[in-house]
């Protein structure tokens, strides 16, 4: 029962509460719980996925110590700004598309 950790951003009322309810709100929009299985991780995020995929806003972000994975985190993500995680030598780095403005500062 690894620490749980739920960062949200931008995001409705309704998601403090839920989480609020399940675990410490550490700062506005930051919850934590230390011992929280995999069944009931996975519920909230059942949750907290189904929210947002009808209200499209904010971006929520749900990671844990998982030693099977790259990196030793286990990670899900939702919302903008979109990000890739990816695995490199098992790293896990965020991988993001260059806009054009930031495309044309790079030197050749």
């Given at each position: 029962?690894?620490?749980?950790?739920?960062?949200?951003?931008?995001?409705?009322?309704?998601?403090?509460?839920?989480?609020?309810?399940?675990?410490l709100?550490?700062?506005?929009?930051v919850?934590?719980?230390?011992?929280?299985?995999?069944?009931?991780?996975?519920?909230?995020?059942?949750?907290?996925?189904?929210?947002?995929?009808?209200?499209?806003?904010?971006?929520?972000?749900?990671?844990?110590?998982?030693?099977?994975?790259?990196?030793?985190?286990?990670?899900?993500?939702?919302?903008e700004?979109?990000?890739?995680?990816?695995?490199?030598?098992?790293?896990?780095?965020?991988?993001?598309?260059?806009?054009?403005?930031?495309?044309?500062?790079?030197?050749?």
């Open positions: 029962m690894p620490l749980t950790v739920v960062i949200t951003r931008d995001v409705e009322d309704r998601y403090r509460g839920f989480l609020g309810s399940a675990m709100e550490l700062a506005p929009g919850y934590a719980q230390p011992r929280m299985s995999a069944g009931v991780r996975g519920r909230i995020w059942a949750v907290v996925e189904e929210w947002h995929t009808r209200l499209r806003r904010g971006s929520i972000v749900m990671c844990w110590a998982e030693p099977a994975s790259a990196g030793g985190l286990g990670l899900c993500v939702l919302g700004p979109p990000k890739d995680v990816v695995t490199h030598e098992s790293i896990l780095l965020v991988r993001r598309a260059l806009s054009s403005r930031q495309a044309s500062t790079q030197p050749p």
